[in-house]
């Protein structure tokens, strides 16, 4: 299922964008994510804050990231953002990514979707992250 998810999530994002690399965040209105809102993030490139954070990944992000700047997040956490934004800026396309962490002494695995965004066709300007869990486990095992 989360797979099928991140499937359609890619789809808007290829709809929403049409002939440009990327779409712009405008393009996007809120009834567009209703299917996955616990489960996007957007993360605001200049500023380098966290737009959106939701519920379904507080556990991903360690807290309710919404509004804070990436550098105030765990350094796992914002290490995985950082190699994201990295990867977005020189692709310009969308990419797949596993993250695992360890919270509470449950191991987890998150399977992610990060798509670009950009104000003017040219510079990514924002992420939109889709993360579901896949698995969670005791840490010990």
Known sequence: MPEQKLLEL??????KRGERMMPQRAQFSTRDFRAW???LALIDIPSRTV?????????RFGCDATGRDIA??????????VSYIHCARKTQSSSISIYDCTVDGM???F????????DDATDVTMI???????ERRPAWQ
């Open 10 to 15: 890619k789809s808007l994002w290829d709809k």
């Open 51 to 59: 737009r959106l954070c939701g519920t379904n990944l507080i556990s």
């Open 107 to 109: 191991q987890l695995k």
């Open 72 to 81: 105030d997040l765990d350094e796992l956490v914002a290490g995985s953002i």
């Open 37 to 39: 809102y616990g489960n």
């Open 128 to 134: 939109l992250l889709g993360s579901y869990e896949i």
């Open 111 to 118: 399977q992610e979707l990060i798509l670009p965004l950009s």
